[in-house]
C-alpha cells in the first residue's frame, strides 16, 4: 500500500520513516555508493530536517519496499541548494504549485512478487502516487534530479520529464534535472500504463494538507 506521510504525521510514523531512511541507506550508500550522508545505518540529509512529505510503499507483509521525498520549491530543496549546475540560467522554480522530489528509492531486491492484490510495481505505484499527491495539495509541476536511468523508466511509464538542462556527470551517475506534468491526463497515462484503476494513495493523510 502507499502511504503519504506529511510532516505533522511523522513522529506518528517515526517507524516507518526510521524504515525509509534505512531503505534510502541500502540503495544510495551500498548499492549506488554515491557519496551521502548517513547516521548509522541510515540515509539522512539536511532536507529531511524541514518538514518534507514523504510517499512510502509498504508491501502486504508490512515491509518498506519504496519511498520518495517531496518538498516545496517556495523553501530550500536540492536542486536549488545542491544541483544548481545542473539547470540552465533562470530555470530554478520558486512556485507553490511546483514542489520537488527527490531520494525516490525502491527495494528492488526484496521485492519479489510483490503485494498479491497489486499487478504494478513499487516504481510505477510511486509514480501514480506522486501525480495523485499532486493532483490533491494543487500542483501544476514536479521538478526532480534523477539519473538517466530513471529518466527512462519515466518515459516508458508514459510520464516523460522535460528536461531543465543537458546531463551531467556526478560522481557515477549521469545526473539530470528536469520537470513532470501534473494533471489528470498524466494521471490518466501512467494509471492506464501500470494496470491501475483505483486510486491508490492513502487517503487519511490527506486531510487538511494545503
Given at each position: 500500500m502507499l502511504y503519504l506521510i506529511s510532516a505533522k504525521h511523522h513522529e506518528v510514523f517515526a517507524g516507518w520513516l526510521t524504515d525509509m531512511h534505512q531503505l534510502r541507506y541500502r540503495v544510495f550508500k551500498e548499492r549506488l555508493a554515491w557519496h551521502v550522508e548517513t547516521v548509522g545505518d541510515q540515509e539522512i540529509d539536511r532536507f529531511d530536517e524541514i518538514g518534507p512529505a514523504y510517499l512510502l510503499y509498504v508491501d502486504h507483509a508490512g515491509r518498506m519496499r519504496g519511498c520518495v521525498r517531496l518538498i516545496p520549491t517556495t523553501g530550500p530543496y536540492m536542486l536549488r541548494d545542491v544541483f544548481t549546475n545542473l539547470v540552465s540560467p533562470g530555470s530554478l522554480p520558486d512556485d507553490a504549485k511546483i514542489w520537488e522530489s527527490s531520494r525516490f528509492a525502491v527495494d528492488l531486491a526484496g521485492f519479489e512478487k510483490g503485494d498479491p492484490?497489486?499487478?504494478?510495481?513499487?516504481?510505477?505505484?510511486?509514480?501514480?502516487?506522486?501525480?495523485?499527491?499532486?493532483?490533491?495539495?494543487?500542483?501544476?509541476k514536479i521538478v526532480t534530479v534523477t539519473d538517466t536511468r530513471v529518466e527512462r523508466l519515466l518515459r516508458r511509464g508514459q510520464w516523460p520529464l522535460v528536461r531543465l538542462g543537458e546531463p551531467q556527470i556526478i560522481g557515477s551517475t549521469e545526473a539530470v534535472a528536469g520537470l513532470l506534468e501534473i494533471s489528470t491526463a498524466a494521471l490518466d497515462r501512467v494509471r492506464k500504463h501500470a494496470g491501475i484503476v483505483h486510486p491508490i494513495l492513502w487517503k487519511p493523510a490527506l486531510e487538511n494538507e494545503a
Open positions: 492484490k497489486v499487478h504494478a510495481s513499487p516504481t510505477q505505484l510511486l509514480f501514480t502516487g506522486m501525480i495523485e499527491f499532486g493532483l490533491a495539495v494543487g500542483l501544476s
